[in-house]
C-alpha cells in the first residue's frame, strides 16, 4: 500500500476522495482551511470529475454540499469550529431530513484557542443535532475515519461529523493508503417522478411530519449507538476514558511512567451516540477529552466537573501529566512555563496599517472602532479596533452603538472595520439594517482581494477561483450602492493625502445626512505574490539628526521593520524585512523618515 507524509488535514482530503466524495465545499478557518485546497489537487492530478470551491460563508457551505448529498452525490463540507455556530440552521436540520448518499461535515475545533474566538467543541453541537461524531487521535486516523464517516453517512442516511483539533489536523506523518482514486461514472437524481409524492413530506415536512422525522432520526441513533464499541488498552483497576488527540498522549504517558497495570485506558472513537457501558470492575472511572465533557455526561463519569480535568485550555502532553499527577497516579509532572511570546502584528507594508492610520488621524482616539475577524483585528495594537466578537459583527456593533449613543442624545463617532471576505460572509445583512433604519457610522472595508488570515484563499471578487475555474466577480461597491448607500468611495491607502481627504468627506457626509457612509480602501495584500511585485519599493531611511526618538513611529504605527536603538534614543529601519512601501513617510512628525 502506498504511503505519504500528510498533514491531518491533507489525510482527510485523501480519505473523503478514495471513499467517493466528490463534492466538497467550505469557508476557510484555521485549523480546517487546507482540506480543500489538498482536495483541489489531489481531483486536479488524477483527473477526477468533483466540485471542489469556496463558499461565501459555512451556512451557505453547508446548505450547499448537503443539497448535492440529496442529490445523491457524496459530499463534504469543511470548517472550523466557530464556523458551525453560522451552519447551524442547515446541520440540525439535515439531521432530520437525512442524506441519500453521504455528507461527511468536517469540523476542525481550536484548543488553546490558537486562532480562534472560542474553545468549543463541536461534539457538543452534534449531540445536539444527534449526528455521530467520529474523533481521530491521530494522522493515519483522520485518513481512516474520514472513509469511515462517509461509509456510516451513506449506510445510515445521516449526515456524520468528523472532528478535528489543531493537534491533529496540523500535525504531520506517514499515512498508509488503502484505496484508489477511481472516476466512476457521476449520477445525480433526486425528483423521481414515479414516486415523488411520496418522498416530498420528507424534504418540505410540515411541523407534524417532522416529529415523524424527528422518531426516524431517533431509531438511526439507537442503530448506530449499539454498534459503536470501545477499544481498551492495558489492564488496571482505574479506567481512562478519553478520544481525539488526547487518546494518544495518555497512551504515552502510561507506558512512559509504567502505569500499565494501574490504568485501563478505553479509545473512544465515535464519542455520540455513546451506549451504556458496564464500568463496575473499576474502582474509578475518569473521563480525560478536549475541550468539553461530552463522554463524560453521557457516561457519568469523573472528569471536568469535579476538578480533575481543566475546564479550559489545550490538553497539552503536559496537562494531561499533571492530571494523571491529580489522579495519583504519578508524582506531578513539573509546570512548563512558555515565555512571552512577541505580540503578533500587521506584516511590512500591509495597506491595512497605513488605512487604519489614516481613519485613527480623522476620527481621533475618541472614535468607537468596532473590528471585526481578520488580520486587521492587529490594529488593536495602536488604538484602532475597540471590539471583535465574531464574524461581520463589526457592522452590526456599529448599528448598535451609534444607535445607542443616539438615544442618549449624545454626539459618538463610530466607525466599523471589516474585511473583503467578512464583509461578503456575514457584513452584508447588518449594513442593510444600518441603511433601512438610516443610522449614520462609517463603515469601512478593507479589500487585498484575498483572505489573507487563513492562507491567502481567493475571494468573489476574483474572476478565477480557487480551483482554476472562471467565475463572476461580485464587486463590493455594486453591492454597496445597490443596497442604497450614498456615500461610496474607493481609495488606495497608499494614496494617503487621498484617504484623509476622503475620511473628512465621509465624517462631514455622516453628520450632514444623517445615513450610514462607506469607503473601501483596496490594495493588494504584499504577502501574495501578485500583491508584492505590484507594490512600490522605495529605499526608506530615517534620518538620524531629525529623529527626536518619539517612538510614535513604533506606537502608533507598529511596522515591525521600524526598530528602536535604545542606545542612540534613535528610530531606524530593519532593511531585512523593510519591503519598502514607503507609508511610514506620513508617520513622523519631524519628517525623520524619508525616501532615499
Ligand atoms: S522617526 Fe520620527 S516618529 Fe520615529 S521616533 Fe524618530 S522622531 Fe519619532
Ligand atoms: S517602508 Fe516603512 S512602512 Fe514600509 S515596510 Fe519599510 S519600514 Fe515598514
Known amino acids: ?12 482530503a485523501y480519505g473523503l476522495i478514495q471513499a467517493g466524495v466528490r463534492f466538497i465545499t467550505g469557508y476557510p478557518g484555521t485549523p480546517s482551511s487546507e482540506i480543500i485546497p489538498t482536495f483541489q489537487k489531489i481531483i ?3 483527473g477526477l470529475k468533483a466540485f471542489a ?24 463540507v469543511t470548517m472550523k469550529q466557530v464556523g458551525l455556530n453560522v451552519a447551524m440552521d442547515p446541520f440540525m436540520n439535515s439531521a432530520y ?10 469540523s476542525v475545533d481550536d484548543p488553546g484557542p490558537h486562532s480562534s474566538q472560542t474553545e468549543q467543541d463541536s461534539r457538543f453541537f452534534a449531540v445536539a443535532a444527534k449526528i455521530p461524531i467520529l474523533d481521530p487521535s491521530t494522522v493515519q486516523e483522520a485518513y481512516d475515519f474520514a472513509k469511515r464517516a462517509v461509509e456510516l453517512s451513506r449506510k445510515y442516511g445521516i449526515p456524520v461529523m468528523l472532528r478535528g483539533t489543531t493537534r491533529v489536523s496540523h500535525g504531520r506523518a506517514d499515512v498508509e493508503l488503502k484505496g484508489n482514486f477511481v ?9 423521481i417522478l414515479k414516486d415523488w409524492d411520496k418522498k416530498l413530506w420528507r424534504y418540505a415536512a410540515t411541523p407534524r411530519q417532522r416529529l415523524m422525522l424527528h422518531a426516524a432520526l431517533n431509531e438511526k441513533i439507537a442503530e ?49 451516540p455513546l451506549k451504556k457501558f458496564d464500568f463496575s470492575g473499576y474502582s474509578r472511572v475518569i473521563a480525560i477529552e478536549e475541550s468539553m465533557p461530552v463522554l463524560e455526561l453521557q457516561l457519568c463519569t469523573e472528569g471536568r466537573r469535579n476538578g480533575i480535568v481543566p475546564k479550559q485550555g489545550e490538553l497539552t502532553p503536559e496537562v494531561c501529566e499533571e492530571i494523571l499527577g491529580r489522579i495519583g497516579l504519578i508524582k506531578r509532572g513539573k509546570t512548563i512555563t512558555v515565555p512571552p511570546l512577541k505580540r503578533p502584528s500587521l506584516c511590512p507594508g ?12 480623522v476620527f481621533g482616539k475618541k472614535a468607537i472602532y468596532a473590528g471585526d475577524i481578520g488580520c486587521y483585528t492587529l490594529a488593536l495594537n495602536f488604538g484602532v479596533t475597540d471590539t471583535v466578537l465574531c464574524m461581520g459583527a463589526s457592522v452590526s456593533f456599529g448599528f448598535g452603538f451609534k444607535k445607542a449613543f443616539q438615544l442618549a442624545g449624545t454626539e459618538q463617532d463610530v466607525v466599523s472595520i471589516i474585511g473583503d471576505s467578512t464583509f461578503f460572509h456575514t457584513g452584508i445583512p447588518p449594513l442593510i439594517d444600518a441603511v433601512h433604519y438610516r443610522v449614520p457610522f462609517l463603515t469601512i472595508i478593507l479589500d487585498n482581494k484575498t483572505v489573507a488570515m487563513t492562507g491567502n484563499q481567493k475571494t468573489l471578487s476574483d474572476e478565477v477561483s480557487s480551483s482554476g475555474e472562471p467565475v463572476t466577480p461580485i464587486i463590493i461597491e455594486n453591492v454597496v450602492k445597490g443596497i442604497g448607500i450614498n456615500f461610496v468611495q474607493t481609495v488606495d491607502p497608499y494614496d494617503f493625502d487621498v484617504s484623509v481627504k476622503v475620511l473628512k468627506d465621509a465624517k462631514k457626509f455622516l453628520k450632514e445626512r444623517n445615513e450610514v457612509a462607506v469607503i473601501v480602501f483596496r490594495h493588494l495584500c504584499v504577502n501574495t505574490k501578485e500583491g508584492l511585485s505590484a507594490n512600490p519599493r522605495y529605499n526608506v531611511a530615517v534620518v538620524k539628526e531629525l529623529c527626536k526618538g518619539c517612538k510614535l513611529c513604533l506606537t502608533e504605527f507598529e511596522c515591525p521593520a521600524i526598530v528602536f ?32
Not at 1 to 12: H, V
Not at 53 to 76: D, M, P, Q, R
Not at 350 to 361: D, G, M, S, T
Open 97 to 106: 431530513v437525512g442524506t441519500n448518499s453521504a455528507m461527511v461535515l468536517v
Open 350 to 361: 500591509c495597506a491595512h496599517r497605513i488605512a487604519l492610520y489614516a481613519v485613527k488621524k
Open 565 to 596: 536603538k535604545e542606545e542612540d534614543v534613535k528610530a531606524e529601519i530593519d532593511h531585512t524585512i523593510c519591503v519598502g512601501c514607503g507609508c511610514c513617510v506620513h508617520i513622523c512628525p519631524t519628517k525623520a523618515i524619508r525616501l532615499i
Open 224 to 272: 448506530i449507538e449499539r454498534t459503536n464499541e470501545l477499544r481498551f488498552f492495558f489492564k488496571g483497576d482505574i479506567l481512562i476514558i478519553s478520544s481525539g488527540a488526547v487518546f494518544s498522549y495518555l497512551y504515552e504517558l502510561i507506558e512512559e511512567y509504567g502505569l500499565q497495570n494501574k490504568l485501563t485506558l478505553a479509545k473512544v472513537d465515535m464519542p455520540y
Open 53 to 76: 470551491e469556496w463558499s461565501v460563508n459555512e451556512k451557505v457551505a453547508y446548505e450547499v454540499a448537503y443539497g448535492a448529498s440529496l442529490a445523491e452525490i457524496k459530499t463534504a
Open 44 to 46: 486536479k492530478n488524477k
Open 183 to 191: 472516476n466512476e461514472p457521476l449520477k445525480a437524481q433526486f425528483k
Open 1 to 12: 500500500m502506498p504511503r505519504l507524509y500528510l498533514s491531518g488535514n491533507e489525510a482527510i
